[in-house]
């Protein structure tokens, strides 16, 4: 399975932006996710969802600006972001698993993309 994460750039407070991950090579149908690591911290959950599209779930930072969805027939996971700040500069990288485990933990995931830079100016 390769992830190919893409959409990042420089956007400024307040403007939205939507990252795109295209999968490859995807077996099984289980969850879908969004990570970031903000400079100088760790990897930190954004939002999971199911392949079929179902079962949002949101981080607290993000939750009612932000959007989770799937394209199953492209398999391709979006994540739109609406009213930007600039604790959203981050890298974001998105991910799935072929295994069961707490959803919202980096661990959980043994496939990732190689992340894409989100800067947010004020």
């Known amino acids: 399975v390769q992830l190919q994460a893409s959409g990042g750039g420089l956007v400024q407070a307040g403007d939205s932006l939507r990252l795109s991950c295209v999968a490859s090579g995807l077996t099984f149908r289980t969850y879908a996710a969004w990570f970031r690591r903000e400079p100088g911290k760790e990897r930190t959950f954004v939002a999971f969802i199911r392949w079929s599209g179902e079962d949002p779930f949101y981080a607290d930072s993000v939750q009612g600006r932000t959007t989770i969805s799937t394209d199953s027939a492209k398999n391709t996971v979006y994540l739109q972001m609406n009213r930007m700040e600039p604790e959203d500069t981050a890298i974001y990288y998105c991910?799935?698993?072929?295994?069961?485990?707490?959803?919202?933990?980096?661990?959980?995931?043994?496939?990732w993309g190689r992340g894409t830079q989100v800067t947010v100016s004020s």
């Open positions: 991910a799935t698993t072929s295994r069961s485990g707490p959803l919202t933990t980096p661990t959980t995931y043994n496939y």
